[in-house]
Each structure stands twice: as structure tokens, then as C-alpha cells.
């Protein structure tokens, strides 16, 4: 519990956070560049942005699983969880959707990807 209290960069998960919407933003960015300049076309966007909350989640979890080196799979993890309620809150109070089960399934690939990457940064910090 003291590890997630550091406060600053050096708490892994606002490390994570940081890394997480970073990586939301500049490759939502890209992808919207790409729909804009190119033939790509908008069929082909749920595969894409899969692809990018995958990425975005498995370098959190790398991220706070390196800075924590420890409980790797702890902190990838809860970098899931955090990120799956700011896209429900923000898909409740912006679109007003009602709870299905999607939410939850997305959940629990979010929790796993995020673990994985914690998983893989706590082996690379040692």
C-alpha cells in the first residue's frame, strides 16, 4: 500500500496514467490523420481502436509494473481497472448509455492486458 501512496512521477500509477492517455491520444490522433488523408475507411474502426486501447494498456501495465518492481500483475492490473471506469463514466454522463454486459467483458480484457504488461515490466526492471 505504501507504493501506491508515492507520490509524484515516481508513483507507478501515475506513471501509467500518464503513459496510458498518452498513448490514447496520439494514436486516436494518428488514426484520425489516416481516416482523413488515406482510402481508410470507417468499417475498419473497431479493430483499430482495439488495437490502440490493447497498446495503450499493455505499456501502462509495463510502465507501472517497472517503476513498482514488484507485483507486476497488482499494478498493470489496476491500470486497467482505473482506465475501464474512465470510460464508463465518460460513456455514462457523455452518450447516456445504460450498463450492458460489453463494459464488463471490456473490463476484464483491460484488467488482463494491463496485468501482462505489468507482468513483462517488473521482469525487465530487475
Excluded at 505504501?2 to 490522433?29: E, Y
Excluded at 475501464?84 to 460513456?91: D, E, G, S
Excluded at 450492458?100 to 513483462?120: E, S
Aim: net charge positive.
Amino acid at each position: 500500500m505504501k507504493d501506491i501512496l508515492r507520490t509524484g512521477w515516481h508513483s507507478p500509477m501515475v506513471a501509467g496514467q500518464m503513459i496510458l492517455w498518452a498513448f490514447i491520444v496520439g494514436l486516436s490522433l494518428i488514426t484520425a490523420l489516416f481516416l482523413r488523408f488515406t482510402s481508410l475507411e470507417t468499417s475498419s474502426l473497431p479493430p483499430i481502436t482495439f488495437c490502440i486501447n490493447a497498446i495503450a494498456l499493455l505499456s501502462a501495465g509495463f510502465v507501472s509494473g517497472k517503476r513498482s518492481r514488484k507485483k507486476g500483475w497488482y499494478y498493470g492490473g489496476l491500470q486497467g481497472i482505473i482506465y475501464t471506469l474512465f470510460i464508463w463514466l465518460i460513456a455514462f454522463l457523455a452518450f447516456d448509455t445504460s450498463m450492458r454486459v460489453d463494459p464488463l467483458v471490456f473490463g476484464i480484457f483491460a484488467f488482463g492486458i494491463g496485468a501482462l504488461g505489468g507482468i513483462f515490466g517488473v521482469n525487465t526492471s530487475r
